[in-house]
């Protein structure tokens, strides 16, 4: 996927998690950051980041906050990259082979999850979340707390146990990762229930992104230490 007109700048601070103020060269701007996480090790006073320029002439915020600098490495933090990139992805064929329609927003059960695909063995189901933490080089998720992801885990079981295809898959929004792994400190439910469904039939995989400010795409498979 590529963005409009991107523009650098430095991060100021976040007043909350729906906006920030960057210094740019047009002057300190006030921004929607497209990441309601936490994202306290990425959003640090001083730190290079990267804002797309809103094309709505009636919104609040002329800029989106979509990438930020850690340690040299580029890390894209647009919520709505990870859906948007395995979609292009599955749709050129990256991830299952024969794949006949591409369903986002899928209802199953007491939930909605991001993909239906459909294949000559039927459909396969998958929830895909997207990994902005990163220490020493292995990625983590989640960031924060997410009960949603604990449903939809254990929403990925119960298709799997019912004989449907069923995946958790990260994307990881930076290269060159190591591993990616339930964040255990954070969140322990997530990664019992991730746990759980993996040795009841759900996939677990990972790939890394190649990130540049203007654009993201999926790159290479990262193991999945559980």
């Known amino acids: 996927m ?7 700048g430095r991060f100021v601070d976040r007043p909350n998690r729906f906006v920030a103020h960057v210094d740019t060269a ?5 921004v929607h950051v497209k990441n309601t996480g936490r994202c306290r090790e990425l959003l640090v006073p001083g730190a290079a980041v990267y804002l797309e320029r809103g094309t709505n002439p009636g919104r609040k915020t002329a800029f989106d906050l979509i990438a930020v600098e850690k340690g040299g490495r ?12 395995f979609g292009e992805w599955t749709a050129a064929g990256g991830f299952l082979p024969q794949v006949t329609a591409v369903r986002p927003e899928f209802s199953y059960g007491e939930s909605r999850l991001d993909f239906c695909l459909e294949t000559p063995e039927g459909p396969h189901l998958v929830e895909v979340k997207g990994v902005t933490l990163e220490r020493g080089g292995a990625a983590y998720f989640p960031d924060a707390p997410t009960e ?10 119960r298709a799997a146990e019912a004989g ?3 995946t958790l898959f990260f994307v990881v929004q930076m290269e060159g990762v190591r591993s990616v792994s339930p964040n255990d400190g954070t969140h322990p439910a997530f990664g019992a229930a991730l746990r759980e469904a993996a040795a009841h039939g759900v996939a677990v995989r990972a790939f890394d992104c190649t990130v540049t400010p203007e654009s993201v795409a999926i790159r290479h ?5 559980l």
Do not use: F, S
């Open 164 to 166: 449907l295809g069923a």
């Open 2 to 8: 590529r963005y409009g007109t991107v523009i650098p």
């Open 26 to 30: 047009e002057g300190i701007q006030t």
């Open 221 to 225: 498979p990262v193991p999945v230490l």
């Open 148 to 157: 949603r992801g604990v449903k939809h885990i254990r929403e990925l079981q």
């Open 74 to 85: 580029l890390i894209n933090m647009d919520a709505q990259a990870p859906n948007r990139v």
